[in-house]
């Protein structure tokens, strides 16, 4: 059983090419990572699947259905949910408010407030502050409300690009161990992060290298690649 399947994927901005035959699966219940240097063609991957830029060429298919031709908000209502780079939040609404416009009804059953207690759990930082506008909270604090916002969608695939961005470490690990929390709750996760502390966390995963996929594999097979050991050990 996959959840997402990503086959042969070419994606182009004009004459460039910055993803070509891109393939993975992601299982349910996986922290799959897409690891890579600074343009290898994360982003690029992550939008197609959002709907954000059309392919080339290739397959995305969720639950076994393919996407096509189909429009992020489409995308967001099958349940695919992705925190961009930057953090897209609103600066001048509350984070309460950042939470609430982010809710979608359609996904689920559950009221506002109980997803939003939901989130406030995994986030207590953010009850705290539920009232303070969010452009003048500190980025940990913009990228766990980021991640709140992303998952009032109630998603079956959270999908960010590259959380640990501009983040202390201490701020990173606990945005990472939060993660792993949300995992844990049965949501399954494609992490995209240049920062190879984040395959701590995954099941498996893939390394893109100038838009191609230079390794594939599980924890393991991953760690012993000399994205990882080279980022560890400076070898
Ligand atoms: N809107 C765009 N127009 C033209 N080229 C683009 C555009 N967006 C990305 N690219 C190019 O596509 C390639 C892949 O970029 P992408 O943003 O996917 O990389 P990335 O792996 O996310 O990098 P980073 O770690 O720096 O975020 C790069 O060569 C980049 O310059
Ligand atoms: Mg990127």
Same mark, same amino acid.
């Given at each position: 059983?996959?959840?997402?399947?990503?086959?042969?994927?070419?994606?182009?901005?004009?004459?460039?090419?910055?993803?070509? &035959?891109?393939? @993975?699966?992601? /299982?349910?219940? !996986?922290?799959?990572?897409?690891?890579?240097?600074?343009?290898?063609? /994360?982003?690029?991957?992550?939008?197609? $699947?959002?709907? =954000?830029?059309?392919?080339?060429?290739?397959?995305?298919?969720?639950?076994? !259905?393919?996407?096509?031709?189909?429009?992020?908000?489409?995308?967001?209502?099958?349940?695919?949910?992705?925190?961009? !780079?930057?953090?897209?939040?609103? #600066?001048?609404?509350?984070?309460?408010?950042?939470?609430?416009?982010?809710?979608?009804?359609?996904?689920?059953? /559950?009221?506002?407030?109980? $997803?939003?207690?939901?989130?406030?759990?995994?986030? #207590?930082?953010?009850?705290?502050?539920?009232?303070?506008?969010?452009?003048?909270?500190?980025?940990?604090?913009?990228?766990?409300?980021?991640?709140?916002?992303?998952?009032?969608?109630?998603? /079956?695939?959270?999908?960010?690009?590259?959380?640990?961005?501009?983040?202390?470490?201490?701020?990173? &690990?606990?945005? @990472? !161990?939060?993660?792993?929390?949300?995992?844990?709750?049965?949501?399954?996760?494609?992490?995209?992060?240049?920062?190879?502390?984040?395959? &701590?966390?995954?099941?498996?995963?893939?390394?893109?290298?100038?838009?191609?996929?230079?390794?594939?594999? &599980?924890?393991?097979? =991953?760690?012993?690649?000399?994205?990882?050991?080279?980022?560890?050990?400076?070898?």
């Amino acid at each position: 059983m996959t959840l997402l399947t990503v086959e042969s994927l070419k994606v182009g901005y004009g004459d460039l090419i910055a993803v070509r &035959d891109v393939s @993975f699966t992601v /299982k349910p219940g !996986e922290i799959f990572v897409l690891l890579g240097a600074n343009g290898s063609g /994360k982003t690029t991957t992550l939008r197609a $699947i959002s709907g =954000l830029i059309r392919p080339i060429a290739g397959r995305i298919a969720m639950e076994g !259905e393919a996407l096509g031709a189909i429009k992020p908000h489409a995308v967001a209502r099958l349940g695919i949910s992705h925190v961009p !780079e930057g953090r897209r939040i609103f #600066p001048n609404l509350s984070v309460d408010d950042n939470l609430t416009v982010s809710y979608l009804p359609t996904r689920t059953d /559950k009221s506002l407030r109980a $997803i939003l207690d939901e989130v406030y759990g995994l986030f #207590p930082r953010l009850r705290e502050r539920h009232k303070q506008m969010a452009g003048t909270m500190s980025g940990g604090e913009q990228q766990m409300l980021a991640i709140g916002r992303a998952l009032m969608n109630c998603p /079956k695939l959270l999908m960010l690009d590259e959380p640990s961005l501009g983040l202390s470490p201490v701020m990173t &690990d606990l945005v @990472f !161990e939060r993660l792993e929390a949300i995992s844990n709750q049965g949501l399954t996760i494609l992490l995209v992060e240049q920062n190879a502390s984040a395959i &701590d966390l995954a099941t498996s995963g893939v390394i893109l290298s100038n838009g191609v996929v230079s390794m594939a594999g &599980d924890r393991a097979a =991953l760690s012993s690649t000399q994205y990882i050991q080279k980022a560890y050990l400076g070898v």
